[in-house]
């Protein structure tokens, strides 16, 4: 049993600092061993989120820049640039991080969420929008790959 289920269930800052201290102490007997492993395991859900997240964005983005060409602003330029470069960050900081790029699972989601805010922000029909992203994360992360203008039926 863990010494401190009540400080974790009820002030998770307050708990975080005192298995900090305890650590310190070498008081390892003290620690409350299975909620620090849940705790690291999510820093690394995290991070996934955090990369997934931007996909997304970018994602969408580009979706918009290829379906709706009309209103092209320079927002979803600086967009698009800005999520490519810190995609690119996070993966050299985290290489590991590349292993979701990898999962299918993890591109369905991603590319879902992207469809979905690309949806909500063109107006157009879901049927115009391709089920699976139609692109590899090469083409997606070139600085120099603009979808070109689909005209819609």
């Known amino acids: 049993m863990s010494a ?43 991070e996934q989120r955090e990369l997934q997240s931007r996909m997304s964005v970018l994602l969408a983005h580009l979706l918009q820049w290829q379906y709706q060409p009309d209103p092209r602003g320079s927002s979803w330029e600086v967009t698009i640039r800005h999520q490519r470069e810190a995609i690119s960050r996070r993966l050299k900081r985290t290489p590991s991080l590349k292993a979701s790029l990898n999962d299918p699972e993890w591109w369905a989601d991603a590319w879902g969420d992207a469809r979905s805010d690309a949806l909500k922000e063109t107006g157009l029909p879901a049927n115009q929008f391709p089920e699976l992203c139609p692109w590899a994360f090469e083409q997606v992360m070139n600085s120099a790959f603009w979808p070109a203008p689909l005209l819609l039926k």
């Open 4 to 46: 401190h289920p009540k400080s974790y269930d009820n002030d998770v800052i307050a708990w975080a600092n005192e298995q900090a201290r305890l650590l310190r102490a070498g008081r390892f007997d003290a620690l409350d061993i299975e909620h620090i492993a849940d705790e690291i395991e999510d820093v690394g859900k995290s």
